[in-house]
């Protein structure tokens, strides 16, 4: 069973960057990776993947100032975002499709991280 463990996160002010990491065993499989986010009161939407050969797709609310990305030695998927606002409020959670089916939506993955609280305030 992949079991994927988050870090990073907190709480930042306008315009700051955080990073988020999410380790587990990303080199054994052909996986998909994502990360996606919910706010309170707000379903759940996909932020960012990196599919298992490098193809990334981002959210249109994330292009230009959030970077996805896997490093396989160290079996760790990351999330670099930048320019941050308010609206990135949400707690954010890292998922896994062992199919590899490259797709933004959260009924395709089978494995997902404890999730992270990430706070913007203006």
């Known amino acids: 069973v992949l079991q994927l463990l988050q870090s990073g996160g907190g709480s930042v002010q306008a315009g700051g960057s955080l990073r988020l990491s999410c380790a587990g065993s990303?080199?054994?499989?052909?996986?998909?990776m994502a990360w996606f986010r919910q706010a309170p009161g707000k379903e759940r939407e996909g932020v960012a993947l990196i599919s298992a050969n490098g193809i990334t797709v981002y959210a249109d609310s994330v292009k230009g100032r959030f970077t996805i990305s896997k490093d396989k030695d160290k079996e760790t998927l990351y999330l670099e975002m930048n320019s941050l606002n308010p609206e990135d409020t949400a707690m954010y959670y890292c998922a896994a499709d062992a199919e590899n089916r490259v797709r933004l939506e959260s009924r395709w993955y089978d494995y997902w991280g404890q999730g992270t609280q990430v706070t913007v305030s203006s």
């Open positions: 990303l080199n054994r499989r052909f996986y998909t």
